[in-house]
Structures are given as C-alpha cells and as structure tokens.
C-alpha cells in the first residue's frame, strides 16, 4: 500500500517493497532505528541514501509534526482510499472508526484515561491494555468528547472490542 505524504511545499508518495522502500516510483535505501518513543511521539535514527538523520515524529493518523534537523514539517498522510474520497468530494474523517478506540489485540484493561463528558484531543492517550506482557498506551484518534467507556480496569478484551467512543 502506497501512502501520499503532503506538506506545503511537496508531495511525495511512500511505499513499501519486498526489498524496501519506493518514492515516487523510485528505489530508497532508507533504515530506521528507534531511539525513543513516549505518547505521541518517537524519535528514531534514519539513514537515507546513505546519510544518517535523527528525526522525531508527533502525533498518528493523517497529521502529523516530523521534525528533521530542528525544523518541524507539517504532513498529511493519506492512503490510496482517503486520495479516490477526496477525488470524488467525499471526506474520510467522519467515519465511525474515527470516532472509536478498539482493542488492537487481546489482553487486559489496565487503566482507562478519559471518562465520559472528558475533551479529548487527537493522539492523547485514552487507555492503556496489556498485551504480551507489554502495556500499550491507546490514543484517541480525532479530537472530541468520551461519549461512552465500554470498559473498565481488570476487563478482558478480545481483538476488535469496542473500548471507548467519542461525539464528534
């Protein structure tokens, strides 16, 4: 799957092969290492064509902050879907997915970080599940209003479950 990478100066398209990446229809030897990763962001060490750069990326879904060098940049990350709605008028964001948090994977509700009638904003932590021996933190993915909490510290949850949503 091919994703468009927009900022205001460039748009440029990602896609991953089995030998590794391809922009805009071109070979990139790219490789990344993880340097450290919190709520909302992860910095990590990136080799492109050969030249090391450590870049930190903020925020998930289709915004987010990549700051290369000191300098941030703005990117809209869209997939081949979000690019045939927006040719046809249609707008991707006000989809039930964007306003529910689901279970990733099986495991344990530790904590729940948002409680009904809470603003929440886009990529703010909203749960945390244990999976795997490993706490995952899970974000909200739009800005808006808790307007259920399905579960509670100490559930269970299968794949899929519906853990939390919001009003848009």
Known sequence: MALSLRTSHHDTT??????GYMVDGSSLDLRRS???ARSGA???MVVLDGRPRVVTVEGHGAEVRVWVGGTPIEVAI???ADLLLERFGLDAGDTAADREVRAPMPGLVLRMLADVGQEVEAGQGVAVL???KMENELTAPAAGTVAAVHVGPGDAVGKNDLLLELDG
Do not use: N
């Not at 990602?14 to 030998?19: H, N, Q, V």
């Open 14 to 19: 990602l896609g991953r092969t089995a030998d």
């Open 34 to 36: 993880v340097l450290s």
């Open 42 to 44: 992860e910095t990590m």
């Open 78 to 80: 869209r997939t081949d």
């Open 130 to 132: 244990e999976a795997m």
